[in-house]
């Protein structure tokens, strides 16, 4: 079992509750994706799952570790486990492209190799070849605050590609890129996990996305679990009521997903097969 959450909530000190009563499981090496309107508890779920925040009420467990309230913080051996894309990556802008992405393996690395790499690359060609993944191996030796945001973006993937973790947690990985790099992102982050047998969660605002290349599909709303489904298996009408709240657009990357004329037509399909 990579992960387990058993009715975890999440309340912040202000009082806000972010989650409530989440209970998911997922085998290692599932590929799931987290969708939902904007403040629907995404994020949060992801926070937790990544141990940057502890659950408040009931409990989880991540590649074996039980996280609780009040058990303290985790170890150093499973943050190095898990990797964490985030919506705008937490990098220092004067700091170079390659030391960025090395910092992926400095939980994994002695002491005096981290503080070594920090003041000249140890890994020189490990960066390239993970930054050449993402399109950015001209960028090695640029400094983070000469990149645009889609660029800082794929650095903080490329940096997670170098760490090969075993659990990979992405919010929002994609936000800043065009419609075609967004998809090749999401499937370079799929074929990684699945060539190394890691598990991916991803919590993805637009719908094609995650319905037209993850095989399951999570619905957050209000802080709960709407949903939980195979990709085939989320209709149109599920996700109109996910999202009504945002309007009567669905959020998705492409003018005209295929995915929604093809979950249209299974609908009407299994209406009539019904009927």
């Avoid at 409990?59 to 996280?67: D, K, M, N, P, S």
């Amino acid at each position: 079992m990579s992960l387990a959450l058993d009715r975890v909530g999440l309340t912040h000190a202000n009082g806000f509750t972010a989650l409530a009563g989440i209970t998911l499981k997922a085998e290692q090496g599932e590929h799931i994706a987290l969708i939902g309107p904007s403040g629907a508890g995404k994020t949060s779920l992801i926070s937790v799952l990544g141990t940057a925040l502890a659950p408040t009420t009931g409990q989880a467990r991540v590649l074996g570790t039980r996280l609780e309230a009040g058990s303290g913080a985790p170890g150093k051996a499973l943050r190095r486990r898990i990797g964490t894309i985030h919506q705008a990556p937490p990098i220092p802008g004067r700091q170079r492209v390659v030391t960025a992405v090395l910092a992926g393996k400095l939980g994994q690395w002695p002491a005096w190799k981290a503080l070594a790499s920090l003041l000249y690359p140890l890994d020189v060609a490990g960066a390239r070849a993970a930054l050449g993944r993402v399109d950015l191996a001209d960028k090695l030796f640029a400094r983070c605050d000469q990149l645009s945001g889609g660029q800082l973006q794929r650095v903080g993937i490329a940096r997670v590609l170098y760490q090969q973790a075993d659990l990979i947690l992405a919010d929002e990985p994609v936000s800043a890129l065009d419609p075609a790099l967004a998809l090749a992102t999401i499937r370079l982050l799929i074929a990684e996990a699945t060539a190394r047998g890691a598990t991916l969660v991803a919590s993805l605002h637009a719908v094609d996305l995650a319905v037209g290349n993850f095989s399951r599909i999570v619905g957050i709303k209000a802080g709960g679990i709407a949903f939980d489904l195979p990709a085939g298996k989320v209709t149109v009408p599920l996700l109109h009521d996910l999202y009504a709240s945002e309007g009567e657009e669905l959020p998705v990357q492409a003018h005209e997903p295929h995915f929604l004329l093809q979950t249209t037509a299974n609908d009407a399909a299994n209406r009539a097969a019904c009927c």
